[in-house]
């Protein structure tokens, strides 16, 4: 059975950070695009960071470039999500996602295969 399960998430304060951690169980990650999203409460579910499986450039959305970094360690079958000064509106839950076809998308309509989540919240 395949399946993603995200590792990492928790309470920070503003100007912190955390990684989040995502494994993929049944298949080999590397052969997938990686792609975060984040959802908060009352609103659809955003694309934060994405990139290829074999690792390689990554795509950021614009409020958390510089601050998020995306990677791959294929040994571990693993991707991270590396948050630095994290503020409260990157709360919400995060889930780890992968799709096959063309290149790294944050769209998610491209998903073949969602994680349950982890919950982030930024708060003081």
């Known amino acids: 059975q395949r399946q993603l399960v995200e590792f990492g998430g928790g309470l920070v304060q503003p100007g912190g950070s955390l990684r989040l951690s995502c494994t993929a169980s049944?298949?080999?990650?590397?052969?997938?695009?990686v792609v975060w999203f984040r959802q908060a409460p009352g609103k659809e579910r955003e694309g934060v960071a994405c990139t290829r499986g074999i690792g390689g450039s990554a795509d950021y959305r614009d409020s958390v470039e510089g601050r998020f970094t995306i990677s791959v360690d294929k040994d571990k079958n693993t991707a991270y999500l590396q948050m630095n000064s994290l503020k409260p509106e990157d709360s919400g839950i995060y889930y780890c996602?992968?799709?096959?076809?063309?290149?790294?998308?944050?769209?998610?309509?491209?998903?073949?295969?969602w994680g349950r989540g982890t919950q982030v919240t930024v708060s003081s």
């Open positions: 049944g298949f080999v990650m590397s052969v997938y695009n």
């Open positions: 996602a992968l799709h096959l076809l063309g290149p790294p998308s944050l769209n998610p309509r491209e998903i073949d295969l």
